[in-house]
């Protein structure tokens, strides 16, 4: 009853590659189901080719208990509320920002970060001890200027040794999260750019709940 619901129309949802069906809107729908045929897939999708803006208040893909994957591992995000700095801060998008919970990607959500336009920028957050850090997930602003994000780099420090996880590589297909693979132990991050300015929607710094054998055995 606020606006605009009818651009979901024709909408295509997608388990892989796999179509599990089209929305025919219908005034007053909150919610729409699809069965996906128990297909198997790693990655779910909607698309939109009408030209119209695709907007989901919320997306749910449930799996049957009995076909969900065994000992899933679990990661925490030891990157929430640390303390955090960066280069520089303009137009009010403060360090915190990335660490505050939020995944908000639209700058007007008041949680993104934002440093000045110049080179070597940098974002960086103090864990609360060394961890084995598996990886590191980068939520990009959608509502503008995603592209800027490419070229960042992201590393984990452990006194005063910084190693490189990855190096993001944008381009108009990316993901709006960003998933850098690590597995380095340190007790902090920094990502930086290089290009122009360095905004972040949210860092997530994910840690297995159980450290891999070969790395307690390599300690």
Known sequence: DACCDQRINGALVYAGDHQCGQVQFSAGQPVYKFECGDHEA????????SGQ????????????????PKNIPVFTNVALNR?????????????????????????????????????????????????YIQTVVIYN???????????AQVWVGSGEVWELC?????????SPVITIPCSKTGDKVKVTNDNSY??????????????????????
């Open 42 to 49: 790693s990655e779910v999708s909607v698309r939109l080719t």
């Open 53 to 68: 803006t695709l907007q989901l208040c919320e997306l749910e893909a449930l799996v049957l208990e009995e076909n969900m």
């Open 83 to 131: 303390p955090t700095s960066q280069s520089s801060i303009s137009w009010g998008g403060t360090p915190s920002r990335a660490v505050d919970g939020n995944t908000n990607q639209y700058w007007n959500g008041r949680s993104c970060t934002h440093t000045s336009a110049v080179s070597d920028n940098w974002w960086t957050v103090q864990l609360d001890q060394e961890e």
């Open 141 to 151: 602003r959608l509502d503008c200027c995603s592209n800027r994000i490419s070229g």
């Open 166 to 174: 990855g190096t993001v590589n944008y381009d108009t297909n990316s």
């Open 198 to 219: 360095l905004t972040l929607c949210e860092v997530e710094i994910l840690v297995p709940d159980e450290v891999p054998s070969e790395i307690i055995d390599e300690e």
